[in-house]
């Protein structure tokens, strides 16, 4: 199947800091991804929706200019959390639909745990 | 909004017993149904996916889903489980148009005792 990349798989920063997370399709081209949030023994919350040269769609609840989305590429995406806190620890996950798979099939990525101290 | 429910948060199964993961959905509309599997330290895999035509569905690693659609339900099935099959299960779905973005169910933990 389709792989989807992400980096850092780990990051731990201060408190106040911003942190770069980057989705990426290795083998083919995404016009649209997606950001999740996972917490501990909980399921997938959809953050938004990101779409290759044009503004993302966040979800509601979910405050856009804390979570930065970049689609610069059909094979990248990221994802800046910026100012972090506590209480953004979490685990983020993206995903890349596949338009050769159809549009509902969508890839996922390793993830990414964020640690902020 | 879908909203998507699974009743069974944590399955404790033997090897070779039979199992069956409830997967429950509410949407007014004609929508596509996924199973995901995530393995301990693994990424989410795709399990199997109904988008139209023969309600039951054949997935990887010997798994099939039923889509009953008078009971808006997707439940997802295996004869015989490994030690191996231990993971979380989780059922999403996405409505048939717009941006598609999947909406998860809070998952299944399925633990299979050799």
């Known amino acids: 199947g389709a792989v989807v990349s992400q980096h850092p798989s780990r990051v731990i920063c201060k408190s106040g800091t911003s942190v770069k997370i980057e989705c990426r399709s290795l083998?083919?081209?995404?016009?649209?991804m997606f950001w999740y949030r996972q917490f501990p023994k909980q399921s997938l919350m959809l953050m938004a929706t990101?779409?290759?040269?044009?503004?993302?769609?966040?979800e509601q609840g979910v405050e856009k200019d804390k979570f930065l989305i970049n689609h610069a590429s059909l094979t990248l995406s990221t994802l800046t959390v910026t100012s972090a806190h506590p209480e953004d620890s979490s685990f983020y996950i993206c995903?890349?639909?596949?338009?050769?798979?159809?549009?509902?099939?969508?890839?996922f990525g390793p993830g990414t745990r964020l640690l902020v101290l | 909004a879908q909203s998507v429910s699974q009743h069974n948060h944590h399955v404790i199964l033997s090897e070779a017993a039979s199992l069956e993961l409830g997967c429950n959905y509410s949407?007014?509309?004609?929508?596509?149904l996924f199973w995901y599997v995530q393995y301990p330290g693994q990424h989410l895999q795709l399990l199997l996916k109904?988008?139209?035509?023969?309600?039951l569905v054949k997935g990887i690693k010997g798994f099939e889903a039923e889509f009953i659609k008078s009971k808006f339900s997707f439940n997802l099935r295996k004869p015989s489980v490994q030690w191996s099959d231990t993971a979380e299960y989780f059922c999403?779905?996405?409505?048939?148009?717009?941006?598609?973005?999947?909406?998860f169910g809070s998952g299944t933990r399925l633990q299979v005792q050799p």
């Open positions: 995903s890349a639909r596949d338009p050769g798979q159809g549009q509902e099939t969508q890839y």
């Open positions: 083998d083919f081209q995404a016009t649209t």
């Open positions: 990101s779409n290759e040269g044009s503004k993302a769609t966040y």
């Open positions: 949407y007014g509309g004609t929508v596509n």
């Open positions: 109904y988008f139209s035509g023969d309600p």
């Open positions: 999403a779905v996405t409505p048939d148009t717009g941006r598609r973005a999947l909406t």
